[in-house]
Protein backbone atom coordinates (compact mmCIF):
# COMPACT_ATOMS: atom_id res chain seq x y z
CA UNK A 1 0.00 0.00 0.00
CA UNK A 2 0.90 3.47 -0.32
CA UNK A 3 -0.67 7.07 -0.62
CA UNK A 4 -0.77 9.85 1.87
CA UNK A 5 -2.30 10.01 5.40
CA UNK A 6 -4.01 13.42 6.06
CA UNK A 7 -4.47 14.36 9.40
CA UNK A 8 -7.46 17.11 10.85
CA UNK A 9 -5.17 20.03 10.78
CA UNK A 10 -5.22 19.39 6.83
CA UNK A 11 -8.25 18.06 5.97
CA UNK A 12 -10.51 21.36 7.85
CA UNK A 13 -8.82 23.37 5.21
CA UNK A 14 -10.41 21.59 2.28
CA UNK A 15 -13.73 23.44 4.05
CA UNK A 16 -12.75 26.30 5.72
CA UNK A 17 -10.65 28.94 3.85
CA UNK A 18 -7.29 29.13 6.16
CA UNK A 19 -3.25 29.83 5.39
CA UNK A 20 -2.68 26.67 3.14
CA UNK A 21 -5.98 25.92 2.04
CA UNK A 22 -4.90 26.12 -1.24
CA UNK A 23 -2.15 23.97 -0.68
CA UNK A 24 -4.08 21.18 1.44
CA UNK A 25 -6.69 21.30 -1.43
CA UNK A 26 -4.25 19.58 -3.84
CA UNK A 27 -3.99 16.33 -1.00
CA UNK A 28 -7.90 15.98 -1.75
CA UNK A 29 -7.76 16.41 -5.39
CA UNK A 30 -4.50 13.82 -6.06
CA UNK A 31 -4.91 10.47 -7.45
CA UNK A 32 -3.42 9.31 -4.57
CA UNK A 33 -4.77 6.94 -2.16
CA UNK A 34 -6.19 8.66 0.96
CA UNK A 35 -5.73 7.23 4.36
CA UNK A 36 -7.08 8.57 7.66
CA UNK A 37 -7.70 6.90 11.12
CA UNK A 38 -11.48 6.52 12.01
CA UNK A 39 -10.99 8.96 14.66
CA UNK A 40 -10.10 11.74 12.08
CA UNK A 41 -14.47 12.37 12.16
CA UNK A 42 -14.26 12.93 15.84
CA UNK A 43 -11.51 15.32 15.78
CA UNK A 44 -12.76 17.55 13.15
CA UNK A 45 -15.96 17.31 14.69
CA UNK A 46 -14.44 18.84 17.63
CA UNK A 47 -12.62 21.63 15.33
CA UNK A 48 -16.27 22.58 13.43
CA UNK A 49 -17.58 22.82 17.26
CA UNK A 50 -15.07 25.14 18.08
CA UNK A 51 -15.20 27.03 15.54
CA UNK A 52 -18.91 27.16 15.90
CA UNK A 53 -18.57 28.20 19.97
CA UNK A 54 -16.54 31.40 18.34
CA UNK A 55 -18.96 32.25 15.66
CA UNK A 56 -16.37 31.74 13.32
CA UNK A 57 -18.93 29.07 11.53
CA UNK A 58 -22.77 28.48 12.34
CA UNK A 59 -24.17 25.34 12.87
CA UNK A 60 -25.85 24.44 9.58
CA UNK A 61 -21.96 25.37 8.07
CA UNK A 62 -20.61 23.23 10.45
CA UNK A 63 -23.82 20.64 9.61
CA UNK A 64 -22.90 20.48 5.81
CA UNK A 65 -19.12 19.85 6.33
CA UNK A 66 -19.93 16.95 8.17
CA UNK A 67 -22.15 15.61 5.73
CA UNK A 68 -19.61 16.15 3.26
CA UNK A 69 -16.63 14.81 5.24
CA UNK A 70 -18.92 11.52 4.96
CA UNK A 71 -18.78 11.66 1.17
CA UNK A 72 -14.85 11.48 0.86
CA UNK A 73 -13.20 8.88 -0.69
CA UNK A 74 -10.98 8.27 2.08
CA UNK A 75 -9.69 4.59 3.41
CA UNK A 76 -10.88 4.39 7.28
CA UNK A 77 -8.60 2.67 9.45
CA UNK A 78 -9.38 0.96 12.50
CA UNK A 79 -8.12 2.66 15.19
CA UNK A 80 -7.29 0.22 17.59
CA UNK A 81 -5.60 -1.74 15.05
CA UNK A 82 -3.25 1.13 15.32
CA UNK A 83 -2.90 1.69 18.81
CA UNK A 84 -0.05 -0.01 19.77
CA UNK A 85 2.06 1.73 17.37
CA UNK A 86 0.93 4.80 18.03
CA UNK A 87 1.52 4.64 22.00
CA UNK A 88 5.24 3.61 21.22
CA UNK A 89 5.73 6.82 18.89
CA UNK A 90 4.15 9.43 21.51
CA UNK A 91 6.60 7.83 24.00
CA UNK A 92 9.33 7.87 21.48
CA UNK A 93 8.25 11.42 20.16
CA UNK A 94 6.87 12.93 23.03
CA UNK A 95 3.94 14.03 21.17
CA UNK A 96 0.48 13.49 21.19
CA UNK A 97 -1.15 9.98 21.11
CA UNK A 98 -3.63 11.59 18.74
CA UNK A 99 -1.13 12.93 16.22
CA UNK A 100 0.65 9.82 16.92
CA UNK A 101 -2.48 7.70 15.36
CA UNK A 102 -1.80 9.09 12.13
CA UNK A 103 2.01 8.98 11.93
CA UNK A 104 1.17 5.17 12.73
CA UNK A 105 -0.75 4.84 9.93
CA UNK A 106 1.68 6.53 7.58
CA UNK A 107 3.76 3.56 8.92
CA UNK A 108 1.45 0.65 8.60
CA UNK A 109 0.16 1.76 4.57
CA UNK A 110 3.74 2.60 3.75
CA UNK A 111 2.79 6.16 3.09
CA UNK A 112 3.65 9.79 4.10
CA UNK A 113 1.84 12.09 7.11
CA UNK A 114 -0.02 15.07 5.72
CA UNK A 115 0.29 17.85 8.04
CA UNK A 116 -0.20 21.24 8.71
CA UNK A 117 0.44 21.37 12.49
CA UNK A 118 3.97 23.15 12.92
CA UNK A 119 4.31 22.15 16.20
CA UNK A 120 4.17 18.26 15.63
CA UNK A 121 6.07 18.45 11.99
CA UNK A 122 8.69 20.37 14.05
CA UNK A 123 8.81 18.28 16.91
CA UNK A 124 9.08 15.29 14.59
CA UNK A 125 10.88 15.85 11.55
CA UNK A 126 14.57 15.09 11.72
CA UNK A 127 14.11 12.09 13.54
CA UNK A 128 13.43 8.63 12.74
CA UNK A 129 10.23 9.54 11.52
CA UNK A 130 10.84 12.44 9.18
CA UNK A 131 10.64 9.78 6.15
CA UNK A 132 6.87 9.58 7.00
CA UNK A 133 6.09 13.51 7.54
CA UNK A 134 5.16 15.71 4.68
CA UNK A 135 4.87 19.72 5.71
CA UNK A 136 1.11 20.86 3.70
CA UNK A 137 3.04 23.07 1.79
CA UNK A 138 5.19 20.87 -0.06
CA UNK A 139 2.17 19.23 -1.62
CA UNK A 140 2.90 22.51 -4.81
CA UNK A 141 6.21 20.89 -5.03
CA UNK A 142 4.83 17.28 -5.72
CA UNK A 143 1.13 17.78 -7.75
Given amino acids: MS ?4 DA ?12 SDVALRARRSRER ?3 PAFM ?14 GELTRED ?6 ELQHLPFQRHADERL ?3 AYALALDTQQSLYDCLYLALAEAVDGRMITADRKFYN ?3 GGTYSCRLMWVEDLARLT
Wanted: charged share 20%.
Fill in 9 to 20: SVAIKWFIPEVH
Fill in 34 to 36: LHV
Fill in 62 to 67: GKNILK
Fill in 83 to 85: FPA
Fill in 123 to 125: AVT
Fill in 3 to 6: GYVV
Fill in 41 to 54: TLELGSVIAKKIRR
